[in-house]
């Protein structure tokens, strides 16, 4: 937004909140499937995830940059500046998910029952 020389207004500060809300998401998902995976080892946790999850993130990253997309097209300026924060927003959160958040786990995620914070 300080790139573009946006002020911060009604508009922006809604987008801010959603934003939030969507750069999380993948990166959550994962990471559940990661803890609820009955395999032992770091690497074969995140092949699951990335098996079991990965086409879903994909195809909610397509949907929503697809009809983030859409907005380009618009009008008003609100509209504008919305698709310019949900597409970035959307765009980065899937390289962060599956490149950051797939490398970190596959180095030092839970493994053989150790570092497992949700262990009893």
């Known amino acids: 937004m300080q790139l573009k020389g946006w002020q911060l207004g009604i508009a922006e500060s809604i987008a801010i909140v959603v934003q939030v809300g969507l750069s999380v998401d993948y990166v959550v998902h994962l990471s559940i499937d990661y803890l609820n995976s009955p395999h032992l080892s770091r690497n074969d946790k ?9 086409i879903s993130i994909l195809s909610g990253t397509l949907t929503t940059f697809g009809s983030g997309a859409f907005l380009f097209g618009a009008q008003l300026v609100l509209f504008n500046k919305f698709a310019v924060l949900i597409t970035s927003t959307i765009s980065l959160s899937f390289l962060t998910s599956m490149l950051l958040f797939g490398a970190l786990s596959h180095m030092i995620g839970p493994q053989y029952g150790r570092g497992d914070i949700c262990k009893n």
Request: net charge positive; proline share 0%; charged share 20%.
């Open 46 to 54: 995140m092949k699951q995830s990335y098996k079991q999850m990965g």
